[in-house]
């Protein structure tokens, strides 16, 4: 079963951090770019982040850039997504995705994981 998984979801005040964590089962993210995705309440998925196959390409969207990092571990078939300074703005669910190049549009991507909650809130 070709699955991702996200975890290291919760609750923090603004100015914290957490990592999100994304894992595949069932396949080698190794040939894949993986994006990270939000969708808060009533609004659009957004895209985050991506990352090329090869741990290059990255891209940030401008809400997140210099306060969101994107890396991946192929050797444990791993993506994360380190979030610092985080704001209120920034609770949403968070989805990583599989796609065949590192894009901010979620229509590139044909494997989604379930989704991981981020609340930012004092």
């Known amino acids: 079963q070709l699955q991702l998984v996200e975890s290291g979801g919760g609750l923090v005040q603004p100015g914290g951090s957490l990592r999100l964590s994304c894992a595949a089962s069932?396949?080698?993210?190794?040939?894949?770019?993986i994006g990270w995705f939000r969708q808060a309440p009533g609004k659009d998925r957004e895209g985050v982040s991506c990352?090329?196959?090869?741990?290059?390409?990255?891209r940030y969207a401008d809400s997140v850039m210099g306060r969101f990092t994107i890396f991946r571990d192929n050797g444990k078939n791993m993506v994360y997504l380190q979030m610092n300074s985080l704001k209120p703005e920034d609770t949403a669910t968070y989805y990583c995705?599989?796609?065949?190049?590192?894009?901010?549009?979620?229509?590139?991507?044909?494997?989604w994981g379930q989704g991981t909650q981020v609340t930012v809130s004092s």
């Open positions: 995705a599989a796609g065949p190049v590192c894009s901010l549009y979620y229509t590139n991507y044909y494997y």
């Open positions: 069932g396949f080698t993210l190794d040939y894949h770019a």
């Open positions: 990352i090329r196959n090869s741990g290059g390409g990255i």
